[in-house]
Nanobody, 124 residues
Framework: QVQLVESGGGLVQAGGSLSLDCTNS????????MAWFRQAPGKEREFVAA????????DYADSVKGRFTISRNDGAKKVYLQMSSLKPEDTAVYYC?????????????????WGQGTQVTVSS
């Protein structure tokens, strides 16, 4: 069983930084590829960043490359998203997701398990 819980969202000024956590509070001990997505009001959910099993490789959307960093601590069953140089257009609800099939990738449909989301608001 996989239960993902995000935390760390909040309000920050443009140019600031924020860190998000995603904890797998379920009983499973499997290590899955993980990703962060976001959804702004009136827009579709979009890919932000992904990390492979054990963290050997990462992938970022062009819009966040160089500003966001995804990492994981499998012992603690956590995935992190470190965000810096935030812009008002980064405002969205951020979701973490897990892919039990191991495919990883950028598609929303790839990921079976989702957290409830955490709000990030960047003021100008």
């Amino acid at each position: 069983q996989v239960q993902l819980v995000e935390s760390g969202g909040g309000l920050v000024q443009a140019g600031g930084s924020l860190s998000l956590d995603c904890t797998n509070s379920g009983r499973t001990f499997s290590i899955y590829p993980m990703a962060w997505f976001r959804q702004a009001p009136g827009k579709e959910r979009e890919f932000v960043a992904a990390i492979s099993r054990y963290g050997g490789s990462t992938d970022y959307a062009d819009s966040v490359k160089g500003r966001f960093t995804i990492s994981r601590n499998d012992g603690a069953k956590k995935v992190y998203l470190q965000m810096s140089s935030l812009k008002p257009e980064d405002t969205a609800v951020y979701y973490c997701a897990a892919d039990p099939t191991g495919q990883s990738g950028r598609g929303v449909g790839t990921y079976r398990y989702w957290g409830q989301g955490t709000q990030v608001t960047v003021s100008s």
